[in-house]
């Protein structure tokens, strides 16, 4: 009888202990969805500055932006269905240049720090890295030069 108690005791206190464990796994889970929730609405904000850019840049005559191609729209607004490589790239970019646009005021250590990483990522001329911003634009059909150019000329620093 008293083995059978000490069971049910050491039963309940493992019962005790992954109740909390599941309970904590919930609160960890719903701390989760609240951040993708977050990114998601960044990640569709980025897509329509990203958006707007290659829409102003088209509409501004800035054609050097897009390579010349028979189709005498940019790519990223042609029709048909994308990859989920392309749209992977394209939401790097996108994410790149909303960060740009926010950080620009670099008014504390955090903006500028980013602010100078994301600057330097569009300056930077590596395109052996499928991540990197000569290779992303190429991937896209952008002219590297001329959206790195256009982007560091519109999100500029505030002086």
Same mark, same amino acid.
């Given at each position: 009888m008293r083995r059978m108690r000490e069971r049910i005791d050491d039963l309940g206190q493992r019962f005790t202990n992954l109740s909390a464990r599941i309970a904590a796994t919930e609160q960890?889970? &719903?701390s989760a969805n609240f951040c993708v929730a977050g990114a998601d609405q960044r990640?569709?904000? %980025? #897509?329509?500055?990203?958006?707007?850019?290659?829409? *102003? *840049?088209?509409?501004?005559? #800035? *054609?050097?932006?897009?390579? #010349?191609?028979?189709?005498?729209?940019?790519? %990223?607004?042609? @029709?048909? &269905?994308? @990859?989920?490589? @392309?749209?992977?790239? #394209? %939401?790097?970019?996108?994410?790149a240049i909303d960060s740009l646009r926010k950080n620009r005021a670099r008014n504390n250590r955090r903006k500028r720090r980013l602010y100078g990483e994301d600057a330097q990522w569009i300056r930077d001329r590596d395109d052996q890295s499928p991540f990197s911003f000569q290779y992303i634009c190429t991937i896209l059909g952008l002219d590297p030069d001329s959206v790195s150019a256009s982007l560091l000329a519109r999100y500029g620093p505030v002086q």
């Open positions: 960890s889970l &719903a990640l569709n904000h %980025a #897509r329509f500055l990203l958006s707007e850019f290659l829409e *102003a *840049a088209w509409q501004e005559g #800035r *054609a050097d932006c897009f390579p #010349r191609t028979s189709d005498h729209r940019p790519p %990223a607004m042609r @029709t048909g &269905a994308p @990859t989920p490589e @392309t749209k992977l790239l #394209r %939401a790097v970019l996108e994410e």
